[in-house]
């Protein structure tokens, strides 16, 4: 904490501000915060367990060597320099080998069985309509910067940013002739104006973020047929004979204006530039597991230019990182047994127990909704399911070959296990047990299609939850993180679904017309925060996010006064509970971050920064104002406090 700072001018530093000036950001992070030294101590474990798995013994289980072979590779990087870029050159060579357009539609669905991303992004995705049935959904894709807006915006700073990536394209191509033995291209610059051109129509096609959000922009579901007469220069019917799911005659397109661009596109564009523009992208996918000077190339862009960070993460930490990408239950499994007690679980129910209660009372208090859209809302409430720690079952990954000294081929086959495991849901009902994110992942999240709340075991530990800290502290850190993933179910997103994850309107159009002015309100709040000098948020892209913020608080400030039923508990430290908690929630958030990556989150990142999430909640609270005292002009009591939940 910052006592030095008034709690009713600027909370967040307040809570913050010493933390914030002792712990400058590391030089191999963009940003620093509780979440990350978590995350640094969920490593620190994660490589005890890679380090004993790597040692070769006849008592290792089948899930050990592959864990500990894949790190060993990942470590070996002797070997990654002795193959060069031997394990790229058969996808090389098929593109050279390309002898007419009509071979792109062979040539990128071999791509995308070897996970490079190319032209636009193809999988089985819940049917949004009816969960009962997953299908094949084309969607959007193929750039090679983070967003479509740096294609498209024309300040100074963005023109800046095409010219560094022009430049980084180039490089990378200039490795490549150099690891084939070959002298500089003479044509180098046009083969990057290609990439450039082609990627800028895709940009300029794709659907931004914001519209993205609402789940009906992107459900158009139709005929193969229709697919092929929105484009008919792409051979779409031989693109799905090839991937490799059974013939099919519906499927989802995300985004038909996307599709329809790519019959110009393909029209206009010469042979050779398609050619270079795949090469780019076979690069660009491989960078992180060729030799080091691809991924020094890889880092100089898209770690110091776009995000700030200074130096590369330590091997041992991208190879952990690398390895629960790539068999995240295997390791997830063994971190489990180290670092997840049982007891932790028992808590962690209680909790969301005790959060959903509070939830089901809050819809029934709210005075802008109808009876008939609570009744739908309660019905939802019931129908979320709550996920602890890790899965019940764990992912089988034997079909993926994990050989020790192979490190790309390791990497490539345990990406195709996730690609056919993810075609195979063809046809079948969502399966409501996967989880998306891996054990020992810092985080949390509320799944649409499975209506359910979704708890790692790594955020289940200090500063998140606590057994030695106050139940006030416990409920302003996990209890608001709960509240958030509930509201997640409610917010402009999730609202749109119904219990059984399908999207389906349950709000009467008074209901949606009340829900939508309050939403405003926290879109035009945040709208207004800026966090680097002429950024603002978008208020609208992180609007689920702050909804789930501000409704997460409530939910967890409702629990905390019904454990306190009206007992004035002393004092802890000088803080009053209502105190406690409110810096509980805050210090989850401290944090900080390079101007690069602010900037590049204001474009990306649906979750506002640490300050924001802060003071944007904190000013919204009467209860806030009563704990600290605070009074109407200070900064931090809303003139105007929005509320959605
Ligand atoms: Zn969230």
């Not at 076979?282 to 960078?287: G, Y």
């Not at 999240?445 to 998140?464: E, R, T, V």
């Not at 506002?608 to 000013?619: M, T």
Request: aromatic share 8%; charged share 25%; glycine share 8%.
């Amino acid at each position: 904490m910052d006592p030095s700072v008034n709690a009713c001018q600027n909370f967040y530093q307040y809570a913050c501000g010493t933390w914030r000036k002792d712990n400058p950001i590391p030089p191999d992070r963009s940003r620093w915060g509780r979440f990350a030294e978590l995350q640094e101590r969920n490593l620190a474990i994660e490589r005890q367990i890679l380090e004993r798995a790597e040692v070769s013994s006849a008592t290792r289980t089948p899930a050990e060597q592959q864990i500990g072979d894949f790190y060993g590779s990942c470590m070996d990087e002797q070997a990654i320099e002795a193959k060069g870029i031997q394990p790229i050159a058969p996808l090389l060579s098929g593109i050279q080998q390309m002898s007419s357009k009509q071979d792109l539609t062979r040539e990128i669905a071999r791509l995308h069985q070897e996970s490079v991303g190319a032209l636009f992004n193809f999988g089985v995705r819940p049917d949004a309509k009816n969960t009962k049935d997953q299908i094949a959904a084309v969607d959007q894709g193929g750039l090679g910067l983070p967003d479509r807006d740096y294609y498209l915006k024309d300040d100074p700073r963005s023109a800046m940013l095409r010219l560094q990536y022009a430049e980084h394209v180039k490089i990378m191509l200039d490795l490549l002739r150099k690891a084939q033995g070959l002298g500089p291209d003479p044509d180098s610059a046009a083969h990057v104006d290609a990439i450039m051109r082609i990627e800028t129509r895709l940009a300029d096609a794709a659907m931004d973020r914001t519209a993205r959000r609402n789940p009906d922009n992107t459900y158009h579901k139709m005929t193969v047929d229709q697919l092929v007469a929105l484009d008919t220069n792409f051979g779409w019917k031989d693109y799905l004979g090839a991937i490799g799911i059974p013939p099919i005659k519906t499927l989802n397109v995300a985004a038909p204006d996307f599709v329809k661009a790519l019959q110009p596109l393909i029209d206009m564009t010469s042979l050779d530039d398609w050619k270079s523009y795949l090469t780019w992208h076979v690069l660009r996918s491989a960078a992180d597991n060729l030799t080091r000077a691809f991924q020094d190339e890889d880092f100089r862009f898209n770690g110091q230019i776009l995000r700030g960070t200074k130096e590369m993460e330590a091997r041992w930490k991208r190879c952990v990182e690398a390895t629960d990408r790539a068999l995240g239950d295997a390791l997830g499994q063994k971190f489990v047994e180290v670092a997840f007690g049982g007891s932790s679980k028992t808590k962690a129910l209680e909790l969301v127990g005790q959060i959903e209660k509070e939830m089901s009372k809050d819809i029934q208090a709210a005075q802008w909704m109808s009876p008939a859209t609570k009744d739908q809302a309660l019905t939802k409430l019931q129908e979320v399911s709550n996920k602890i720690g890790y899965p019940e079952r764990w992912k089988d990954y034997s079909s993926a070959k994990i050989v020790r000294g192979d490190y790309f081929g390791d990497a490539l086959r345990a990406r195709q296990f996730e690609i056919r495991r993810n075609l195979a849901k063809l046809g079948k009902p969502v399966d409501k047990s996967e989880w998306s994110m891996t054990p020992p992942t810092v985080n949390a999240y509320y799944s649409p299609p499975m209506n359910n709340i979704n708890f790692p075991a790594g955020i289940l530990q200090p500063p998140f939850y606590n057994p030695n800290a106050t139940d006030a502290v416990n409920l302003g850190a996990i209890g608001v993180v709960i509240g958030h993933e509930l509201t997640h179910g409610f917010d402009d997103q999730g609202r749109r679904y119904d219990g059984e994850g399908n999207l389906r309107d349950w709000w009467t159009t008074a209901d949606t017309q009340a829900f939508q002015t309050r939403a405003d309100c926290i879109a035009n709040e945040y709208g207004n925060f800026s966090p680097a000098p002429g950024v603002n948020l978008n208020g609208k892209l992180t609007l689920g996010e702050n909804a789930a913020d501000n409704g997460g608080i409530h939910l967890a400030y409702m629990a905390l006064m019904d454990s306190l039923a009206g007992k004035v508990l002393p004092a802890k430290d000088g803080f009053t509970p209502q105190q406690q908690f409110y810096l509980g929630y805050a210090q989850v958030w401290c944090e900080n971050v390079t101007e690069e990556s602010a900037r590049l989150n204001a474009l990306t990142d649906t979750h506002s920064p640490g300050e924001f999430r802060v003071n944007g909640v904190l000013q919204n609270l009467p209860e806030f104002r009563q704990a600290f005292s605070c009074k109407l002009g200070d900064r931090m009591v809303a003139t105007e406090p929005c509320r959605v939940w």
